[in-house]
């Protein structure tokens, strides 16, 4: 049979003008079509009503197939529209007729244009009921079925339709209101959950309108993670979300109220042109922090993303029951499963060529298959050969970046401040069953509501106490006066002020004794009674600083650096190195936090400058920060101490309490490592008592100074740093200097610490007070701290490594994990391969895993690797200068980092150990006030592979980092060129904010090649405004932070596995305490974020199957929501050397 088009005369002069002229308006994405080119359009409407006549009598030769598009003008003039209509035309018997939009509105549907196939969709404005009138009139094949389109909008039929076709979805309740009686409804509020329908939703959960046309969805945060919630809506410019403090959910109106899932801040987006064909894009999750990302055009960024198996199972089952051949819908990837939370409807991919073509095509060849045997129309199916995935292959011997594992101390706070005190009333006892203590003989109150409950009690107490007055209780009038005081500072403060009353930054703990506390510390009275007592001990304070936050948000900023692609600026440039990394789920990015309000902020803000997300923490700490404080990992109980460390405090206090000068002897019991910090503390000390008296003398000074600013009109309403008071000041130190001297005129070296802290805040961020000798008090309380915290870990080696393994063996057994995984699980969030191309190295896939967590952590990891038994350092040189270089570090101060980096080379052969390359790297974090004459030097950062002068730098790897010119031989490139062993130099920039510039005029390190991974980065937050040039909030400065040193750079992966398994080993039983069930970290799958809903246990690995036989089921002090009830992801992994098999021990 001959082509329509074949001969001469007047059809083919039709033809051309069918192929010349596209037979459809061609629409653009705004309202910007010019006049002109609407007439055009026009013409073309009214050549097409002719062609239809003549279609009448054409032979069946030559008949065309019409696609009808009715929809909103909006719509079929769209980019996306145009782009595939242009493409469908290219069916040699296929044309399009568009309806115009008057003619969809205003005329009967027996005058719209005729079509034998019709794609016609719903949007605001369009009539549904009369596209589905002139269906039934002229019974055309319908690409997406339109009776189905009412159940799409709305959001109950929706979720009711996906639930009958077994597809996951999140747990939710509909609450239906009357809008004439709205009170009359199902819902109870409470503070952090809602009850709808008797079933309870505990925040953060998701309340969507039921019409599905509503996109103002709202998303509410528990108060943990500070309240308040998260208002969606359709993009409006570049946002597409805003934070609001509000917490309470709405009062008119009906809504699905759902969990919300945790899924680190990408949302998937799938898009299906029939049950085969389904295209996904990743794009950063709306609520994270409602700023839309966009590309140099303007357009939002999002990236392509392989579906697993299950996901396009899903698809099709969403494509065949809503029956619309193009739909998109929305997944959330979250705890190692996919689920559907919205379905769209008919939607097409923005600006992608590939799926302009392949829908075009499948369309086509879907139109053809139907209605070509119907018109006689001569069509056999093409038979395509699929598309070939690209196999990207690693060129030269560059060595490629798998892992990197950060454990990292939180930012700056404010002093930590704590109150002990034994009460025996039966209300203390009462509350201690209610909150159900005596499963554990522990229990933590940190909710607003049980605060207030504890604050009832001391004001009750204190009540009766003035009635009657008792001597029973009178020795503790002060201390419930002290803990009123302390619960009810919130309340004349408003809610940014210092320790607002929110769970995050203040708790209290009780702890049952049976036979009442022993005696010991001198601030308990002598009347001692017998029985069962509760020790409750008050904490507040330790709030994370608006400096802390900034600290977080720099290094997180800096951190892309490590990341292939990440150099410049701090890879300002969009569409490279990390940000895009992760947004095409190449980036395997978990954070966890410990449960201290501080740990996690800092976790947030980190994750805000890591992967430049804007705006409040809040949504952030909800959706990426994940929590690990249900196993120890990294959380550990202070106030219950092991054996190994009363005993060496106790050493330790009778040391520092001789009133004579450090002899000899002294140096040995007190230093036998021979580490250089200490020497110095020791001889900055001399005489221990005498110090401490002049440390106690400067306090009584300070006290009375701040008294007589107290009594100054002038100063009487002078605001310190993070709106606190001089009351409160004053509060802090008077404290102190109750605490530190004894009844007995000793000491108490356990105040030190605490000492130190109060100066060391005061002295960067209230500098403007002017007390005086402030410097001294400083300079004296360092170098006793500097002796009293690491030593507090262990003196000798053994000691130090016994109180280790009580630390972090959990955390440890998880960096096992973390690189064992890395090698082994290919599987996991990797990038389509198709679309891979102009993304640096599109193979690439980089776990990342990053651990904040408290100052006792950090130190026991780091006496972990110098004291386990890593390296020989008689053998090993590097290892040496690594040992020599920390033990002249004197502190550990916040955003202390240690980090971990495997590298893979993919030349060698898979199972030799030269495969697999392991670095370990170190920084003291941030920068202290004098720090500036004795600063430790290390050798710089430097990536083994910088060293080896056969290998070239290769576009998208970590080593075309800037190196230093300090050897000829090697490649430079000139970004951050910044010499080593240099002396600091402080600039000043406005708002005092301190910048460290690093030169080096006369001298390099020798031999030894290296060059900064980051500077010393200082910024001044984008939320806070300069005030009168003091720096933020008027009197402080952001201290910049240190840069990562190597402390070893040609570690084999075997040699850091065995180290690891070996230290573990080791701890044994002994340590069965600290191991409260790992299990549940086991990545992708069991993944549970800090506020992931509550999860049904299954029978298969459940914590019930963990632990022994007759012992509780307890998780410290983490509600059961927090618990993920996967097991591990990857069964093949063989841990059992490691002993893994955790279980719930006391």
């Not at 999860?1095 to 012992?1111: F, K």
Request: charged letters at 25%; hydrophobic letters at 35%; aromatic letters at 8%.
């Amino acid at each position: 049979m001959s082509e329509p088009c074949n001969g001469p005369g007047p059809v083919e002069e039709r033809g051309r003008i069918r192929r010349d002229v596209p037979r459809f308006v061609i629409g653009c994405e705004e309202d910007e079509q010019d006049m002109g080119q609407m007439e055009a359009g026009m013409k073309n409407e009214m050549l097409r009503q002719d062609d239809m006549e003549v279609y009448g009598n054409e032979s069946p030769s030559e008949r065309q197939i019409l696609v009808g598009i009715c929809a909103m003008m909006k719509k079929s003039k769209s980019k996306p529209m145009t782009e595939i209509l242009e493409r469908l035309c290219k069916f040699d018997y296929i044309d399009v007729v568009i309806f115009p939009e008057e003619v969809i509105l205003e005329e009967p549907v027996e005058k719209w244009p005729l079509c034998d196939c019709l794609i016609s969709f719903h949007s605001k404005g369009f009539p549904l009921d009369k596209a589905v009138e002139y269906a039934k009139l002229r019974n055309p094949m319908l690409i997406n079925d339109l009776n189905m389109q009412y159940f799409i909008q709305d959001r109950r039929e929706v979720y009711r339709i996906l639930q009958e076709e077994g597809i996951d979805l999140p747990r939710y309740g509909v609450l239906n209101r009357d809008p004439d009686n709205p009170e009359e409804c199902n819902l109870v509020e409470g503070e952090d959950h809602v009850e709808v329908n008797g079933e309870v939703f505990p925040k953060p959960f998701v309340e969507k309108p039921v019409c599905a046309e509503d996109h103002n969805v709202y998303i509410y945060y528990p108060t943990s993670a500070g309240g308040g919630s998260q208002r969606l809506f359709r993009k409006i410019g570049s946002r597409s979300s805003v934070y609001s403090p509000e917490s309470n959910v709405r009062k008119t109106g009906s809504y699905i109220y759902e969990e919300f899932m945790p899924t680190d801040g990408t949302d998937v987006k799938v898009y299906t042109v029939g049950p085969d064909y389904a295209h996904a894009e990743a794009r950063k999750s709306p609520a994270l922090d409602g700023k839309v990302e966009r590309d140099s055009e303007g357009k939002e960024i999002r990236y392509p993303v392989m579906l697993t198996a299950m996901e396009k199972l899903v698809a099709r089952k969403v494509c065949l029951a809503f029956k619309q051949t193009v739909c998109g819908f929305d997944l959330l990837r979250a705890n190692g499963h996919s689920y559907v939370c919205d379905v769209n409807g008919f939607s097409f991919v923005k600006n992608s060529m590939k799926y302009y073509d392949d829908c075009a095509k499948v369309l086509g060849n879907m139109v053809m298959r139907e209605l070509a045997p119907q018109l006689h129309i001569p069509w056999s199916i093409p038979m395509e050969a699929e598309d070939i995935p690209i196999v990207p292959t690693t060129s030269g011997t560059m060595m490629e970046l798998r892992c990197v594992i950060a454990i990292i101390r939180h930012g700056d706070r404010t002093p930590k401040q704590k109150m002990k005190m034994e009460v025996r009333h039966p209300l203390f006892f009462e509350l201690f069953k209610k909150y159900g203590g005596y499963k554990t003989g522990k229990l933590k109150l940190k909710k607003p509501k049980q605060l207030q409950e504890v604050l009832d009690i001391a004001r009750l107490l204190l009540v009766e106490l003035g009635q009657h007055n008792d001597c029973e209780i009178e020795e503790k009038k002060s201390k419930l006066e002290q803990l009123k005081t302390v619960l009810e500072m919130e309340s004349s403060l408003n809610v940014n002020q210092y320790g607002h009353f929110s769970g995050i930054n203040r708790k209290v703990q009780l702890t049952y004794l049976r036979n009442g506390q022993p005696k010991a510390s001198s601030e308990e009275e002598d009347c001692k009674k017998d029985g069962p007592s509760l020790l409750l001990v008050l904490k507040w304070g330790g709030e994370l600083t608006p400096a802390g936050r900034v600290q977080a948000e720099e290094l997180g900023r800096a951190f892309r650096c490590m990341y292939p692609g990440g150099q410049g600026d701090f890879a300002g440039f969009p569409g490279c190195g990390l940000l895009r990394l992760h947004s095409t789920y190449r980036h395997d990015l978990k954070i966890y936090a410990s449960d201290e309000g501080r740990v996690q902020m800092t976790a947030a803000a980190f994750a805000k400058g890591l992967l430049a997300l804007e705006g409040e923490l809040t949504p952030i700490l909800v959706q990426m920060v994940k929590s690990a404080n249900m196993n120890g990992l990294l959380d550990s109980d202070s106030d219950s101490l092991t054996d190994c460390q009363q005993k060496v405090k106790a050493r330790l206090h009778e040391i520092m309490q001789k009133d004579q000068e450090f002899i000899q002897d002294d140096f040995q019991k007190l230093a036998p490592t021979g580490s250089p910090s200490l020497v110095n503390s020791m001889k900055v000390i001399e005489n221990p008592v005498k110090t401490c008296d002049k440390v106690y003398a400067l306090i009584q000074s300070l006290n009375s100074q701040i008294r007589k600013r107290l009594e100054d009109p002038k100063s009487a309403d002078l605001q310190l740093y993070h709106s606190e008071t001089l009351e409160l000041m004053l509060q802090r130190w008077s404290k102190l200097e109750r605490d530190f001297r004894m009844k007995n005129g000793r000491y108490d070296i356990s105040k030190i610490p605490d000492i130190y802290d109060c100066i060391k805040y005061d002295s960067q961020h209230n500098a403007s007070v002017g007390l005086e000798d402030t410097l001294e008090l400083f300079r004296l309380s360092r170098a006793l701290a500097d002796i009293v915290i690491p030593q507090e870990y262990g003196i000798n080696k053994a000691e130090k490594l016994d109180i280790a393994q009580a630390y972090c063996v959990p955390l440890m057994k998880k960096i096992y994990l973390d690189l064992q995984r890395t090698h082994e699980d290919e599987a996991v969030n990797k990038l389509h391969p198709l679309y891979s191309r102009g993304v640096m190295s599109p193979g690439r896939h980089v776990r990342t895993r990053l651990y904040f967590t408290s100052e006792s952590h950090v130190h026991s990891l780091l006496s972990m690797f110098r004291y386990g038994g890593l390296l020989d350092e008689v053998k090993d040189q590097q290892w040496k200068q690594a040992m020599d270089y920390l033990s002249a570090v004197t502190e550990l101060n916040y955003m202390t980092q240690i980090v971990i980096m495997l590298y893979e080379d993919n030349n060698k052969d898979p199972s030799s150990e030269e495969r697999f390359h392991v670095e370990l790297h170190f920084s003291p974090g941030v920068k202290g006030c004098e720090d500036e004459e004795n600063v430790p030097l290390g050798f710089g950062f430097r990536p083994a592979s910088s060293e080896n002068e056969d290998k070239k730098p290769n576009q998208g790897s970590l080593e075309d980092l800037s190196q230093d010119q300090t050897d000829d031989a090697l490649p430079v490139t000139e970004l951050i060129n910044l010499q080593r062993r240099s002396p600091m130099i402080r600039n000043r920039k406005t708002g005092s904010m301190e910048v460290l510039s690093e030169t080096s005029p006369n001298h390099s390190s020798k031999g030894c090649t290296s060059h900064r991974l980051f500077q010393s980065c200082s910024r001044q937050s984008p939320e806070i405004k300069p005030a009168g040039g003091l720096g933020f909030e008027g009197c402080s400065m952001v201290p910049s932070i240190y840069p990562l040193e190597t402390l070893h750079n040609s570690l084999s992966l075997k040699q850091v596995e065995e180290f690891l398994s070996k230290v573990c080993e080791s701890s044994g039983e002994a340590q069965a305490k600290t191991m409260k069930a790992l299990s549940g970290l086991f990545d992708s799958q069991s993944q549970t974020s800090l506020y992931s809903p509550q999860q049904p246990l299954s029978s298969s690995g459940s914590e019930a199957s963990l632990r022994p036989p007759g012992q509780p089921l307890w998780h410290g002090s983490i509600p059961s929501s927090a618990v993920s009830s996967a097991g591990p992801s990857s069964p093949t992994t063989d841990t059992s050397g490691l002993g893994l098999n955790f279980s719930f021990s006391e």
